[in-house]
C-alpha cells in the first residue's frame, strides 16, 4: 500500500507531510490518514477547491492564476510549496485537475498536475492524463500523487522507485 510505505519513509526520515488538494477533495489526505500512526507524520492539508482559495491560502501567484488557470504544472508546484509552508511540513503534496463532467480553463476532462516540494525548495511533478469516469479520475489521482511522493521519498534514501 503506497500510502502506508510513504509514512514509514517519512518516518525514518523524521520528516513530516502535508497536502493540499483540488480535485481530489480530502481523498489523499483520507488515504494517508487512514494508516495506522499516522500522525507521526501527516501534518495535515487543505482542500483548496476554489481558485481563490489557492491563491489565499496556499500563495499561489495571482498573476499565475490570471495567466493559466487553476490547472497547470505550476500552479501544482506552487500548491505544494505553499501547503508545505502553511502546515511547518517538510514535504508539500498538491493536486490540481479536471475530473468533469466539463472541461475547465480550456483543459480536457482527466488531466492532472501533481507536485512535490521538498526540503530546500526541491519540485517534483507529474503530469497526467487520465480517463474514465469522474471517480476514476479522483481515485487515479491519489493513486498517481502517493506513488510521486513514495518515489521521491526512496531516491532520497538512494533506493529505487519500483
Known amino acids: 500500500m503506497g500510502a502506508e510505505e510513504a509514512l514509514s519513509y517519512l518516518v525514518r526520515q523524521a520528516a513530516t507531510l502535508a497536502v493540499a488538494e483540488s480535485l481530489t477533495g480530502g481523498l489523499i489526505a483520507a488515504a494517508f490518514t487512514s494508516v495506522p500512526g499516522a500522525s507521526k507524520a501527516f501534518r495535515g492539508g487543505v482542500i483548496a477547491y476554489a481558485t481563490d482559495l489557492k491563491q489565499g491560502l496556499l500563495a ?26 502553511l502546515c511547518g511540513a517538510t514535504y508539500g503534496l498538491a493536486v490540481t485537475g479536471v475530473a468533469g463532467p466539463e472541461p475547465q480553463d480550456g483543459k480536457p476532462v482527466g488531466t492532472v498536475h501533481v507536485a512535490v516540494s521538498g526540503p530546500g525548495g526541491t519540485l517534483w511533478g507529474k503530469d497526467l492524463l487520465l480517463e474514465g469516469s469522474r471517480e476514476r479520475i479522483r481515485v487515479g489521482t491519489v493513486h498517481e500523487a502517493v506513488d510521486l511522493l513514495e518515489g521521491v521519498l526512496k531516491a532520497s534514501k538512494g533506493e529505487h522507485s519500483g
Open 60 to 85: 499561489v501567484p495571482r498573476d499565475l492564476l490570471a495567466r493559466e488557470g487553476a490547472v497547470h504544472p505550476d500552479v501544482a508546484a506552487a500548491m505544494a510549496r505553499g501547503v508545505a509552508a
